[in-house]
C-alpha cells in the first residue's frame, strides 16, 4: 500500500452560483418547498373536512390566512414553472411525427398548454 492521500476535490457549498444554468436548477428544485406546504394544506382540508362543520370552517379561516395564500400563489408559481420546463423539454424527449414528418416544437408545446387551459376549464364549471 500506498502512503499517498488520494485527491479529493474540494467542493464549496456555493458551487451552483458560479453558472446560471445551475442557477436556475437550484431555483426549479426549491420550488418544491412550497408545494410540500401547498400538499398538507390541502391534506389537514381533508382531515377537517371529515371531522365536521366546525373544522372545516377553521380551516377554511386559516387557508384565509395572508401568509398562507402567499404560500398557495408561490405554490402555483412554482407548478407553472414545472410545467414550462417539462413542456419545453418534452418534444426532445418524445418527438411526435406525422406522416413521416416531425412535427413543430412549439405546437407540441402549445398543445399541451391549450390541453392544461382545457381541463382547468373543466374543473372550473364543474367546482
Given at each position: 500500500m500506498s502512503n499517498r492521500k488520494p485527491y479529493v476535490r474540494e467542493m464549496k457549498r456555493s458551487w451552483w452560483q458560479?453558472?446560471?444554468?445551475?442557477?436556475?436548477?437550484?431555483?426549479?428544485?426549491?420550488?418544491?418547498?412550497?408545494?410540500?406546504?401547498f400538499t398538507l394544506f390541502l391534506t389537514f382540508g381533508l382531515g377537517a373536512l371529515v371531522k365536521g362543520p366546525e373544522a372545516w370552517q377553521a380551516w377554511l379561516d386559516f387557508m384565509a390566512n395572508p401568509v398562507v395564500i402567499?404560500?398557495?400563489i408561490v405554490a402555483l408559481a412554482g407548478s407553472l414553472l414545472?410545467?414550462?420546463?417539462?413542456?419545453?423539454?418534452?418534444?426532445q424527449v418524445m418527438p411526435i411525427r406525422i406522416k413521416g414528418k416531425a412535427l413543430d416544437k412549439k405546437m407540441i408545446v402549445l398543445a399541451q398548454w391549450a390541453a392544461v387551459a382545457f381541463i382547468s376549464?373543466?374543473?372550473?364549471i364543474i367546482v
Open positions: 458560479a453558472s446560471p444554468f445551475y442557477r436556475f436548477y437550484m431555483l426549479r428544485e426549491a420550488t418544491v418547498l412550497p408545494l410540500i406546504l402567499a404560500i398557495n414545472h410545467a414550462q420546463t417539462f413542456f419545453s423539454m418534452m418534444p376549464l373543466i374543473v372550473l
